[in-house]
């Protein structure tokens, strides 16, 4: 098993993409440590990982703020003493269709705390544990649109910034035996996308999207956990500050 005496911290766990990279991890032998603002979706997914042998913890967090991300990672020293991995998916988009007449303050700032506050706040409490272990494997979620997005504004400056923030800590904490890369998915089948926007307005954008993959067929969260996995392994130890498009030819 390729994470087997490995701890890993997934943040957004409770999400389709979570939950898939926080079960794939525990198939992997790692311990895993699930966090997100819906404690509840956490205790399902956790309570499926141990059913099935594997074995962790689940915590009701709200990662934008300061003061609870501290609490969460002063009880991993406390209960656990160290962390390996840190994968942050904790995010979202609350503004996907604005023009840029329309972007709304409160939504942009909320965007940017969501997907890249989260995330810095996060590397900078996992780099504390990291670094005195001489040990590290930090996986940041962008997204695809981290390229420019003519309907997503706060949300793709929000995942181009989770890239160069991850670009930026792999060269401070190389020398540290820390790697930092980044993912990129297109468009992911997860039950709150499809719920946001309706039965046959999703049907229509995945069957558009499929089209223009040369895959022909949109992502699923286990195609992006397996991924996550890659890069949190050994097999990428030397593989730091690059992204990984999760696309199907997407963008070729």
Sequence with gaps: MRLA????????????????????FAREGARVILADIDHDGCRRVLDGIVRDGG???AYGVD???ENEVLNLFTSIRERIGR????VNIAGGDIEPAASVEEIDAERMSRNLDMNLKSCILCCREATKIMKPQGYGRIVNMSSLVYRGSPAQFSYSASKGGVFSFTRSIAMALGRSNITANA???ALVEVDAFVRAL??????ALMQASAERYPLGRIATPDDVAKAALFLASDDASFIT???LEISGGARL
């Design 5 to 24: 005496q490995k701890t890993a911290l997934v943040t957004g766990a409770a999400g389709g993409i979570g939950s898939a990279t926080a079960r794939c």
């Design 198 to 203: 309706g039965p046959e307005r999703w049907q």
């Design 83 to 86: 962390l390996d991995i840190l």
């Design 183 to 185: 993912l990129a998915p």
């Design 55 to 57: 074995d962790g913890s």
């Design 241 to 243: 500050g690059q992204i």
């Design 63 to 65: 990662l934008t703020s």
